[in-house]
T-cell receptor, first 112, second 117 residues
């Protein structure tokens, strides 16, 4: 399976704390993207990091990519209750054309 | 920008019914649309990739006669679940891309909750 894995599967933190989620994947990639999904809704794109990039920032989000370890992390700083959602990484591989393959997801709960 | 509308949001129907789900890109032309299936508390599983004007490419294990995909225009793709059964109950999500996803994010619809009685 080309699907990646994320850990932890579930994470519960207090508002104001930082949340870190990790994603591991199996094949070489063109890019890796992080998405957010609120319960029962579609996915919202958060950030895209290319295979030749190591770190990227967007507001309170920080993404790192280590292609040698085939892993990525998403850090959400100063979390808010509204950040409660599931977070997925998705990879695009040169071996599989245009398709996305999603990780297993991390369910984040931010307690007010 | 980059809004994708998926309709209907929820369908409840009897076993044996065929159900059509529409996915529209409202403010951009989508050369490629994707259809995913998601089980409760699970990740998205890619079912098929749909390119305008050509046959969809199905992932291994997905029955193309069961899940009919039509991508008649650059703004509309449809997924028809034919003769649906309870095991087809799931959350179906479409997404659209303006180009090669090696460089572009995907834009997702809000999903369709399909319940087969």
């Amino acid at each position: 399976s080309q699907q990646g894995e994320e850990d932890p599967q579930a994470l519960s933190i207090q508002e104001g704390e930082n949340a870190t989620m990790n994603c591991s994947y199996k094949t070489s990639i063109n890019n890796l993207q992080w998405y957010r999904q609120n319960s029962g809704r579609g996915l919202v794109h958060l950030i895209l990091i290319r295979s030749n990039e190591r770190e990227k920032h967007s507001g309170r989000l920080r993404v790192t990519l280590d292609t040698s370890k085939k892993s990525s992390s998403l850090l959400i700083t100063a979390s808010r209750a509204a950040d409660t959602a599931s977070y997925f990484c998705a990879t695009v591989s040169p071996n599989t054309g245009n398709q996305f393959y999603f990780g297993t997801g991390t369910s984040l709960t931010v307690i007010p | 920008g980059a809004v994708v509308s998926q309709h209907p949001s929820r369908v409840i129907c009897k076993s044996g019914t065929s159900v059509k789900i529409e996915c529209r890109s409202l403010d951009f032309q989508a050369t490629t649309m994707f259809w995913y299936r998601q089980f409760p508390k699970k990740s998205l599983m890619l079912m098929a990739t749909s390119n305008e004007g050509s046959k969809a490419t199905y992932e291994q294990g997905v029955e193309k006669d069961k899940f009919l995909i039509n991508h008649a225009s650059l703004t509309l793709s449809t997924l028809t679940v034919t003769s649906a059964h309870p095991e087809d109950s799931s959350f179906y999500i479409c997404s659209a891309s303006t180009g090669w996803t090696a460089h572009q994010p995907q834009h997702f619809g809000d999903g369709t909750r399909l319940s087969i009685l």
